[in-house]
């Protein structure tokens, strides 16, 4: 349906549905079966946890999914953004490393054209391709909507659950201490560390191999990353499946060819 007039919806936005009172919207491209799985996964990331939906939706936490055709800085909140600077703490260390080439010599747009086709936080972004699991989508073998809204339970937990969230960190210290998911993305920070062991926790995500450890489904997380799962479990209690998730439990997971030692981006 279109947005609620509650909403203010910049006109922008055409088309709107709820996860448990959270709103997700998009312009008149996107397909309406892409706003109801994105609807499905998010709800049932928040089915145990109800405070957190609340939390949410009491402070105008939102998702918006973009068409194939579209781009983050079509959305009206995003046109302004600019490419992050050389200090900023979400780079990885492979984008430090090349930050001249990768940041400093891409306009704005064509940075974050080239960098995300999701985000989390207030406004958050998927897209239709990786929500509906499309041969089009860059992120082939996971889906990164579910990484994106691990995001923002992940900010719900820290506002409504303090002791949870200090477990989080305590496995987070643990993890960096004893060199777990070792030069991987989740080490770049205590978000990314949750986001991606969310999305194993969901059987998800592309396999990571550490050191010839290979962590794919709940059950590798579970014995490799002990502390992350028991918090995991806090915010999912025993569901490892999140309806209309199009990679779930998929062959896609695997990329082709021999496992490597490790998955980790080489810079």
């Not at 560390?193 to 962590?215: C, D, H, K, P």
């Not at 479990?233 to 990329?255: C, G, I, N, T």
């Amino acid at each position: 349906m279109p947005p609620p007039a509650t909403l203010a919806a910049e006109p922008y936005y055409q088309k709107y549905v709820s996860a448990r009172g959270v709103p997700i919207l998009s312009s008149d491209r996107v397909p309406d079966e892409a706003l109801l799985a994105a609807r499905d996964m998010a709800s049932g990331m928040l089915s145990h946890r109800p405070d957190l939906a609340e939390w949410l939706a009491a402070n105008d936490y939102r998702v918006a999914i973009i068409a194939q055709e579209e781009a983050l800085l079509d959305l009206p909140d995003k046109a302004h953004w600019t490419k992050p600077a050389r200090d900023d703490p979400r780079l990885t260390r492979c984008e430090l490393k090349h930050y001249d080439v990768r940041i400093g010599a891409l306009t704005d747009r064509a940075y974050w054209d080239a960098r995300a086709r999701g985000i989390g936080g207030e406004r958050t972004v998927g897209s239709e391709e990786d929500v509906l699991g499309l041969p089009t989508t860059r992120y082939w073998g996971e889906t990164i909507f579910v990484h994106e809204m691990a995001h923002n339970i992940l900010f719900a937990i820290e506002a409504v659950d303090p002791a949870l969230y200090t477990a989080v960190e305590a496995a987070y210290a643990n993890a960096l201490a004893n060199d777990l998911w070792l030069n991987e993305y989740a080490t770049t920070t205590i978000q990314e560390y949750w986001a991606e062991g969310t999305q194993i926790w969901f059987n998800s995500n592309r396999l990571v191999v550490v050191e010839g450890r290979q962590i794919l489904n709940h059950s590798d997380l579970e014995g490799y990353d002990p502390k992350l799962y028991d918090a995991l479990a806090e915010a999912y209690s025993d569901s490892h499946r999140l309806k209309s998730d199009p990679f779930h439990m998929s062959d896609a997971r695997v990329p082709p060819g021999p496992v490597p030692e490790n998955t980790a981006e080489v810079c």
